[in-house]
């Protein structure tokens, strides 16, 4: 969690991520924020992010981001 | 009141009368076997097209189902190498159906709306070598709404690939889906997983629900008829006649064109949104008080949203995540900044996205050039953001103070109002050396003189006015969380109806109709 915390206070530094519950419904996410996201996810964790996972509920909040990147892991 | 409107309320009664009289089970044939009738009172023989969308689209469905059984019942005796293989064979042949099946309906799409831009493109060419080529073209009229049962028909193939959901295997479901009548006309576009189960499970009475569709329907035509019929009559004298008049009146041409085409284009909605909700079935947003934005990229998420989604989900996410681009973010990734990593990777899948959106709105170089504009103002706001991000930490500015707020908003509306030009010329089909005059026209001199504009008397302008105020209270009331609406729909019964009672006067009395009215052309139904 810590990773992607940090990975996420660069893309949006006045950002509390551990207590955003709405990242996207709130428009603190746009999707420039996730396109880069998801490079650094690629990146990071050597997974390979599809946009049939860029819906809503996979990036609503960080824990939403973790549970994502174990999926997709896991898939692997 | 245009009569596709017209015959869109008349159709929204009629079936919320059958509607809920039949049982459960067959109610979406009521929506089915009504949007066909609809579709051949308005579109006539051109409802074959629709009906070849339908059954491609049914197909394709069907056979990437069998494909994704295949693999199913298949890969459980298999080791994972083989199964590997196995899904990559099914992967290719579902990727076949998919692009027959949406070549087919760009094919369709392209023939019947962009053959003669296409066509004229190659003359152009031919001439350059002092060839003089005339080419054939196919001058059909459009079918209804085909720009926007394409995109969502498309959106469904590309969703059933990806596996998101499985294809219908009830013809008269896909059918349904394709053309349901309320958003054929204008949208907003559906997305089959949110609309479909509406549409399918037929639903139960709502007597709240009933009162604020009425409503929303009723709300609609005010707007049409007594706020954008009536700027029409301004907007288009303003156009005709732009070089007798001073820069001045150009400008307040060219924002009246907005404030006519937010009317027109939210009212068209509102109906469909209405008559829907009056059956249960909520439909995609479209509009989100766009005028209280503070970048252009804002403005396109609250300004035909679904569009936009569409255009984010179907064609930005899927390039800017291909593999190719992946591979050449990884390539820079730590090479070069943050920002020019992020500025370097937007640029092709935006330049796609806006291009593409420029020429769905319509087949001339100056949808093109409209699409574009917005592109260069995307790209350019990226860099712009960045510098007053640094500027404003270097100086300790809070950059959500008030001022900059307002200053940020003022900057929107003047870059949205001057794409609404190029947007309007292009509606008019003029020139490009015209639309660049008209643009010149702005900063034009002479006599300020607003009595010239005698095409509407004092009445009209101030109906005008009040109009334009109306549309900007409400949205600015809903911006903070007060929902006009809903509030009436929420009160008790009378109070609902003397409001209902009080718009329907509105309508009746200052409706812009009669001798020396002419109903504004659908601006979006075109498309």
């Not at chain 2, 009289?21 to 579109?43: D, E, G, Q, T, W």
């Not at chain 2, 298999?78 to 590997?84: F, G, Y």
Request: hydrophobic share 50%; proline share 2%; aromatic share 16%.
């Amino acid at each position: 969690m810590e990773k992607l915390l940090e990975i996420l206070k660069e893309i949006k530094p006045e950002i509390d991520f551990s207590k955003e519950e709405n990242l996207i419904e709130r428009e603190i996410l746009t999707s420039f924020d996730i396109i880069r996201l998801v490079s650094e996810l690629n990146n990071e964790y050597d997974i390979e992010i599809s946009p049939l996972y860029i819906v809503p509920e996979n990036f609503k909040s960080a824990q939403a981001i973790l549970d994502l990147v174990t999926k997709i892991q896991d898939e692997d | 009141m245009n009569d596709i409107l017209t015959l869109l309320i008349l159709f929204g009664v009629l079936v919320f009368c059958i509607y809920y009289i039949v049982p459960k089970k067959h109610r979406y044939l009521v929506l089915l076997i009504s949007s066909i009738i609809f579709y051949a009172i308005y579109s006539k023989f051109m409802i074959c097209f629709i009906i070849l969308t339908i059954i491609s689209i049914y197909f394709a469905g069907i056979f990437m189902n069998k494909l994704d059984d295949k693999f199913t019942k298949e890969k459980e005796s298999l080791e994972k190498e083989q199964r590997k293989i196995l899904k990559a064979k099914i992967k290719r042949k579902k990727l076949l159906i998919l692009v027959i099946a949406i070549l087919l309906n760009i094919l369709i799409l392209t023939l019947l709306k962009y053959s003669g831009f296409i066509a004229s493109i190659f003359e152009g060419i031919f001439s350059w070598f002092n060839l003089s080529v005339k080419l054939p073209i196919l001058k059909l009229m459009l079918p209804l709404g085909i720009s926007y049962y394409t995109l969502s028909a498309i959106g469904y193939m590309i969703d059933v690939y990806r596996g998101k959901y499985r294809g219908e295997k009830n013809f008269f479901k896909v059918a349904l889906f394709v053309s349901y009548f309320p958003q054929l006309y204008e949208g907003p576009f559906a997305s089959y997983d949110k609309l479909s189960p509406q549409l399918y499970d037929g639903n139960d009475f709502d007597s709240k629900n009933a009162f604020s569709g009425l409503l929303l329907i009723v709300f609609g035509v005010l707007k049409k008829i007594v706020i954008a019929d009536r700027l029409n009559i301004l907007v288009s004298d303003i156009f005709k006649n732009y070089n007798t008049y001073n820069g001045l009146v150009v400008v307040l041409g060219v924002i009246l064109f907005t404030f006519q085409l937010y009317a027109e284009f939210s009212a068209a909605i509102d109906i469909a949104v209405g008559s829907s909700e009056m059956l249960g079935i909520k439909l995609a947003k479209n509009f989100n008080q766009p005028f209280v934005s503070q970048s252009v990229n804002e403005f396109w998420r609250r300004w035909h949203i679904s569009l936009g989604a569409w255009f984010r989900e179907y064609i930005f996410y899927p390039v800017s995540m291909s593999k190719g681009m992946m591979k050449f973010n990884k390539k820079i990734h730590g090479k070069v900044s943050k920002f020019f990593e992020l500025f370097i990777t937007s640029a092709l899948p935006l330049f796609l996205v806006w291009f593409t959106n420029g020429l769905w709105h319509g087949a001339s170089w100056l949808y093109v050039i409209y699409g574009l504009y917005y592109y260069i103002l995307m790209m350019l706001g990226m860099v712009v953001e960045n510098l007053g991000n640094k500027f404003y930490k270097k100086f300790n500015i809070n950059k959500d103070n008030k001022v900059l707020v307002y200053l940020r908003i003022f900057r929107t509306f003047v870059l949205v109002n001057i794409g609404m030009l190029i947007f309007k010329c292009a509606l008019l089909s003029t020139s490009l050396s015209e639309t660049f005059n008209i643009f010149a026209s702005i900063f034009s001199g002479g006599k300020l003189n607003l009595i010239s504009l005698k095409v509407i008397d004092i009445y009209d302008t101030i109906f005008c006015a009040l109009g334009i105020l109306t549309l900007l209270v409400i949205d600015i009331l809903k911006e903070h969380n007060i929902d006009l609406k809903e509030k009436i729909s929420n009160s008790n019964v009378y109070v609902k109806f003397i409001i209902l009672l009080i718009i329907i006067l509105v309508i009746i009395i200052f409706g812009a109709y009669g001798d020396g009215y002419i109903p504004a052309d659908p601006i979006y139904g075109g498309f």
